[in-house]
């Protein structure tokens, strides 16, 4: 069954205003990723995050995770009508062997303009 | 650079038809893994190719068969096509060293 489980699973917004996004998961992680999927198109990384690292950012982005809840948040500030998509988290379990991204079943934002 | 491309693009299959999905890459990835999408969901792992030569089942293996046939390339095959087997296949690839996956566009899958 996939770990991760992602709230809210849709999001509608004014463009201009901020999108909050939370993922939660189940066991370690050597780090947790976000995606971004556009209709019918694959996945695109967004940015990552380590298990020891609380908060990083990337431009518009800003993600934390704290390892002792066993979630991790994705804010989209200043909202465009191009952000319109699905967000989903991946976490990078910590195993042994090849690395096995397990997918939330993400959160689908839509931008109003 | 191409990155991780997949044909067809599109394919409708009668219940017990067989078919291979291919997905090719030109970013020098060790890995390469196939996933499923169904409707309002994550995607799920096939299985996966650590590296040429290897294979093993991810969390949803049955019904399909793999062949990592060089480090490029990698095909998914479907023997006899079920409606369950509805969906939307992705193709992942990622450098070793490296966290972040590539995925190719996708093929939508119908089987009637």
């Known amino acids: 069954s996939q770990q991760g489980e992602e709230d809210p699973q849709a999001l509608s917004i004014q463009e201009g205003e901020n999108a909050t996004m939370n993922c939660s998961y189940k066991?370690?992680?050597?780090?947790l990723q976000w995606y971004r999927q556009n209709s019918g198109r694959g996945l695109v990384h967004l940015i990552l995050i380590r298990s020891n690292e609380r908060e990083k950012h990337s431009g518009r982005l800003r993600v934390t995770l704290d390892t002792s809840k066993k979630s991790s948040s994705l804010l989209i500030t200043a909202s465009r009508a191009a952000d319109t998509a699905s967000y989903f988290c991946?976490?990078?379990?910590?195993?042994?062997?090849?690395?096995?991204?397990?997918f939330g079943q993400g959160t689908r934002l839509t931008i109003n303009p | 650079n191409a990155g991780v491309t997949q044909t067809p693009k599109f394919q409708v299959l009668k219940t017990g038809q067989s078919m291979t999905l291919q997905c090719a890459q030109d970013?020098?990835?060790?890995?390469m893994y196939w996933y499923r999408q169904d409707p309002g969901m994550g995607l799920r792992l096939i299985y996966y190719s650590a590296s040429e030569g290897t294979t093993d089942k991810g969390e949803v293996p049955n019904g399909y068969n793999v062949s990592r046939l060089n480090k490029r390339e990698f095909s998914l095959r479907l023997e006899s096509a079920a409606p369950s087997q509805t969906s939307v296949y992705f193709c992942?690839?990622?450098?070793?060293?490296?966290?972040?996956?590539?995925f190719g566009p996708g093929t939508r899958l119908l089987v009637l």
């Open positions: 970013m020098n990835h060790n890995s």
């Open positions: 066991t370690s992680i050597n780090n």
């Open positions: 991946a976490t990078d379990p910590y195993l042994q062997g090849a690395q096995k991204l397990v």
């Open positions: 992942g690839g990622r450098s070793s060293g490296l966290e972040t996956q590539y």
